[in-house]
């Protein structure tokens, strides 16, 4: 593995640290703290991983890391895919604080694979100036294969939360992305439970070449309109919104094996719809229950999985 210890200046660090600047929902957000100023050294985190196909298995072959951004090493813990190395993601702040500017970079070489996670839920902590930001670019070469599972973000009360991802794909390749987002502390405090400013959130996908596929961006402000409301998240708490990229000849049988649901005393509801210009489906998926969320999209994460690799999924770790 290849380490990088210069500063690079890449697209995803520089859109880190400008993303919200235009962003009409964070208008008023852009004082900056009394403390370290937004985008300081320690508040600019980067993470770039590279995974390549070496003989019979991938490896994460290049890596570079900038705090409060970090990684662990590449583990071979899925049984049912023994090739696929698996990446976990850490923040050595512990959580996403004011003023912070996160870039990711995630590149899966020809025929490769990776499998790239979190330690643990995201925290992001209640703010009085500023915002915090994260850009997250994912690039996937012919035949390429990419897991992109991080676990649940969880905005504090007041916290303010940017986030863009853009997603690069070959028409053989497939790329499976996943965001669930909790409505908060709700049993820290009452006023916890969507008790944030903003949570803004777009997702992108095109071509190597760059011809657009889709884009879908929402803005939460549940100050200013609730989100209880029909139609949003009526009564649930759990948000979970999960992006398959993969060629067309899966979508059928995937779609034909992931029924709709709406089960309001299981406190659960999702469904699956497929992307415009025939580039792939997108699961969604509501519940009161972080774990029974976490488990909706594990089932749909399995039946994909089956369909385009022929593989399931090995049984979760206890602790997640």
């Known amino acids: 593995m290849t380490v990088h210890n210069q500063i690079v200046n890449t697209p995803s660090r520089r859109r880190a640290h400008s993303v919200g600047n235009t962003a009409p ?7 900056e703290p009394p403390q370290m100023h937004s985008g300081a050294v320690g508040k600019s985190g980067y993470l770039r991983l590279g995974f390549e196909k070496r003989a019979n298995r991938s490896v994460l072959a290049d890596m570079e890391r900038r705090v409060p951004s970090l990684v662990q090493k590449a583990l071979y813990w899925d049984e049912a895919m023994p090739q696929l190395p698996c990446v976990t993601m850490i923040s050595t702040s512990g959580c996403v604080l004011q003023g912070d500017r996160l870039a990711t970079d995630v590149n899966v070489g020809v025929g490769a694979c990776g499998h790239v996670t979190t330690q643990s839920a995201t925290k992001v902590h209640s703010m009085n100036a500023n915002y915090a930001s994260q850009v997250q670019h ?31 794909i070959h028409p053989t390749a497939t790329a499976i992305y996943c965001e669930t987002l909790m ?93 415009p210009n025939h580039c792939g489906l997108i699961f969604k998926v509501l519940g009161n229950d972080s774990g029974e969320v976490k488990a909706q999209i594990r089932a749909f994460w399995r039946v994909a999985r089956e369909e385009i690799l022929g593989v399931s999924l090995p049984p979760p770790f206890l602790w997640k």
């Open 25 to 31: 929902e964070l208008a008023r957000y852009q004082d």
């Open 138 to 168: 994912l690039r996937i070469e012919e035949n390429g294969y990419l897991e992109f599972m991080p676990d649940p973000l969880i905005p504090h009360r007041d916290a303010r939360f940017i986030t863009d991802t853009q997603i690069k």
């Open 183 to 275: 409505s908060g502390r709700k049993y820290h405090h009452v006023d916890e439970r969507f008790g944030f400013d903003v949570y803004s959130s777009r997702v992108c996908a095109e071509t190597l070449e760059g011809k657009e596929l889709f884009v879908e961006k929402y803005v939460l402000e549940p100050k200013t309109e609730s989100l209880d409301a029909v139609g949003i998240m009526q009564t649930f708490d759990v948000f979970g919104n999960v992006v398959l990229l993969t060629p067309s000849e899966h979508h059928d049988r995937i779609v034909e094996r992931v029924p709709a649901v709406f089960d309001l005393k299981a406190g659960v509801a999702s469904g699956v719809t497929r992307l």
